[in-house]
């Protein structure tokens, strides 16, 4: 998801930059390449993977409105939710996968205050879809109001894996995270 006002930030989040790539480019470039990509925001232009795009309606409508505009896209089983601004969040997925209970709706990890990462998680679709059913219009609700609609998993990640939900919401989380992708390729 691209979405959002990046109001803390001061500008587009997905287009600060990470090194050489900006945040979206980031993240892009490092998720598996046999995943279908759904962007919902902005359609990138040069980007450095096909991706189908759509947004919410009304844009700026939060991350449950662009969850749901994106699920139209999906048929699949399982779908991860990612921000553009936790950009290594790739590193986190085969985890969450290999962590996802039979009889679970969703595993979302914890970052180190224990705090539920719902945008960076791993979602069974058909439960997701039910929830924002159930949640009514899903402009402006909360990510914890869709959660608390479904099983989920929370998992407690390795500190070496748990420094990776860094979440980019000011520039100086963005200088942290300079120096994180520095360390992460070095």
Do not use: W
């Amino acid at each position: 998801m691209t979405g959002g006002r990046s109001t803390r930030f001061g500008s587009d989040k997905s287009q600060a930059r990470l090194g050489k790539n900006s945040l979206i480019e980031e993240l892009l470039a490092t998720l598996p390449q046999d995943i279908e990509i759904i962007i919902v925001g902005p359609q990138l232009q040069n980007a450095s993977r096909a991706a189908r795009y759509t947004h919410e309606d009304p844009l700026g409508g939060g991350p449950v409105a662009a969850i749901h505009a994106g699920l139209d896209l999906v048929d699949t089983e399982f779908v991860a939710v990612i921000a553009t601004d936790i950009p290594f969040a790739n590193s986190i997925l085969a985890e969450l996968t290999k962590n996802f209970p039979i009889s679970v709706d969703a595993t979302i990890p914890l970052d180190k205050e224990g705090v539920r990462q719902t945008l960076c998680a791993l979602y069974r679709v058909d439960s997701l879809r039910q929830a924002i059913t159930n949640i009514g219009n899903p402009e402006n609700q909360s990510m914890r109001a869709l959660c608390d609609l479904l099983k989920v998993n929370e998992l407690q990640l390795e500190p070496q894996l748990e420094r990776n939900l860094i979440d980019i919401d000011t520039p100086s989380d963005l200088e942290q995270a300079i120096t994180l992708g520095q360390e992460l390729k070095g």
